[in-house]
């Protein structure tokens, strides 16, 4: 069953821990992204384990295999449920990323690789002249062999994704409410559309932050995805 996931994509700990503090009880995880990370620091993941939530690190790390071990490894010592790498970091990072977890305590967390942004669409991938979904599919692919649990893609390529690479979740930005804007996402889809395709876990930041009621939000895409 698909589950929400609340972007946490607000300008100061304080307001995302509100805002968390408002949605406990209705949606299990939250994310924690570049711009709440780097104001906030690994206390705001205790914060919200200690509200009762599953985490979901938001990174997107992409550095030399060493580099990015250590830092997934860090990151399942700060007590992180789900996190991203770039799949183009390649084999090596991915497996030493995988590898690096043996010496986490307790489950580890599940390690989500990034394939084409949502933010993108044809033509605008610097020195990559596939479509954005072909691209998507082939790393898919890579992440499927490297044993990573799951892939970032837009709710569009879900489907095809889990068809060639059944052992992979999928998990989607860009997802909007019927008539809502899309802001500088590109390849977006709605709840309902999302779990048609497949989707295992979708996240939404600004439909629910921007709305003057974000429970309400929430409970609406809740709905949708039930649909």
Request: proline share 6%; charged share 20%; hydrophobic share 50%.
């Amino acid at each position: 069953m698909a589950q929400l996931i609340v972007a946490l994509d607000v300008p100061d700990k304080d307001r995302a821990l509100a805002l968390a503090r408002e949605l406990r009880g209705i949606v299990p995880w939250c994310k924690v992204g570049l711009e709440l990370f780097t104001l906030a620091g690994p206390s705001v993941l205790e914060a919200l384990n200690t509200l009762g939530y599953k985490v979901f690190l938001d990174l997107k790390m992409y550095d030399i295999p060493n580099t990015v071990g250590r830092a997934v490894l860090a990151a399942a010592l700060a007590g992180v449920d789900m996190l991203t790498l770039h799949c183009q970091g390649g084999e090596r990072m991915c497996a030493t990323a995988r590898e690096s977890l043996s010496a986490a305590p307790g489950a580890p967390p599940l390690l989500f690789g990034v394939t084409a942004l949502t933010s993108f669409m044809s033509g605008e991938m610097p020195g990559i002249d596939a479509q954005p979904a072909d691209f998507a599919l082939a790393l898919a692919l890579k992440a499927q062999e490297w044993r990573l649990d799951g892939i970032v893609c837009s709710g569009r390529e879900a489907a095809k994704i889990k068809a060639a690479c059944p052992r992979l979740r999928c998990l989607c930005p860009g997802i909007r409410l019927s008539g809502s804007a899309a802001g500088d996402q590109r390849r977006v889809v709605t709840p309902a559309e999302a779990v048609a395709e497949g989707v295992d876990f979708l996240v939404v930041g600004r439909p629910i932050v921007a709305s003057s009621s974000p429970a309400n939000a929430v409970r609406q895409i809740l709905a949708e995805m039930t649909i």
